[in-house]
């Protein structure tokens, strides 16, 4: 009897446990991640359809710009000849007009100083890091937050994250799987106080050979 109460114990801790992780299919900016993988995908292979039907899908997930996400670096270097997650960069490509990629930096410029719109958009903000390097990346939150990055085609990146707060809170929320290969695009989702400012700190590693840009997803 004392063997089955024990084995009981065990299995209602592991269910506990496995009702603390966040389940990471039913995330809130599930559908943004979705068409910037599309987009991704449909500009890799040049499918003009595809890459428009990736630009609806993103206007219609309701984004807006993630204008308070700070890069730490010492210095931010450019996207131009990257991809930009944004529909109407992507509305170019599918029109045929390749030169948007020398004038990336601009587009990418324009739309943040649109700023993010006031109906409670998921967040984007499309980033770069070179080869083999990692960059940092920093926001404040509150509560339930909702986060993810998805490298253009070819990248593949690895998560780092660290909350703070004035009160002692130090936190880590880092990748686990496949962080040294990295892979194309990563998720996640943690609970914040909500009675107070968090800093959180995004630092995003280029495990490519190559330079890439990526999208930063937030709820």
């Known amino acids: 009897m004392k063997k089955i109460t024990v084995i009981l114990t065990c299995v209602l801790f592991a269910l506990h446990l496995s009702a603390q992780e966040p389940v990471q299919d039913s995330l809130k900016i599930q559908a943004v991640i979705d068409a910037c993988i599309a987009m991704r995908d449909a500009v890799a ?9 990736s630009a609806l899908d993103l206007e219609s997930a309701g984004i807006g710009s ?13 996207l131009n000849g990257h991809l930009v997650f944004d529909p109407a960069f ?17 587009m990418n410029r324009t739309r943040t100083h649109r700023g993010q719109t006031a109906d409670g ?23 339930h937050q909702e986060l993810a990055v998805v490298a253009e085609a070819g990248g593949l990146v690895t998560m780092k994250i660290h909350v703070t707060n004035n009160a002692g809170l130090d936190l880590r929320f880092d ?45």
């Open 45 to 53: 292979i040049g499918d003009s359809a595809a890459i428009r039907q």
């Open 66 to 78: 993630f204008s308070s996400l700070r890069c730490k670096d010492d210095s931010i270097a450019s």
């Open 90 to 106: 992507a509305d170019s490509l599918a029109s045929g007009n390749t030169s948007v990629y020398s004038n990336a930096d601009n």
């Open 121 to 143: 958009s998921y967040l984007t903000k499309t980033c770069f890091v070179q080869a083999g390097k990692s960059t940092k990346w920093s926001f404040a939150s509150r509560g």
């Open 175 to 219: 990748d686990t799987k496949s962080v040294k290969k990295g892979l194309p695009q990563r998720k996640t989702s943690f609970e914040l106080p909500s009675d107070r400012r968090n800093s959180v700190e995004l630092e995003v590693v280029n495990c490519g050979k190559k330079d890439c840009s990526f999208v930063v997803i937030s709820n």
